[in-house]
Nanobody, 128 residues
């Protein structure tokens, strides 16, 4: 079981920056892969970034070079630094976790399905 609580959302102007945080609580002590998703009004939820248990990161093409996902060494907090924000980044942002699959000595995030656990989300609004 995993509990995820996001914070740090808000409203910014086009080109501005925000940093999202997510507190991760696990009870089994197992490693999980972590990620960020977002859902804009009228659109399906999409993956933004993911971090495998060894720190390997993957980004959606739409945010590459602008967003940076990271986690602290204790793996209890996940971050998403968002720079050069655009109006099309406006969405409800979710922190997520999944047990993934084991490969090359790390838990890898799934690439072809939703994650198992999600937080409640934090709103990000970018005005033009």
């Amino acid at each position: 079981e995993v509990q995820l609580v996001e914070s740090g959302g808000g409203s910014v102007q086009n080109g501005g920056s925000l940093r999202l945080s997510c507190t991760v609580s696990t009870y089994s002590g197992s490693n999980y892969c972590l990620g960020w998703f977002r859902q804009a009004p009228g659109k399906v939820r999409e993956g933004v970034a993911s971090i495998d248990s060894d720190g390997t990161t993957t980004y959606a093409d739409s945010v590459k070079g602008r967003f940076t996902a990271s986690k602290d060494n204790a793996k209890t907090t996940l971050y998403l630094q968002m720079n050069s924000l655009k109006p099309e980044d406006t969405a409800l942002y979710y922190c997520a976790a999944d047990s993934g699959y084991y490969r090359d000595s790390a838990v890898r995030c799934p690439r072809d399905r939703e994650f198992r656990y999600y937080g409640q989300g934090t709103q990000v609004t970018v005005s033009s």
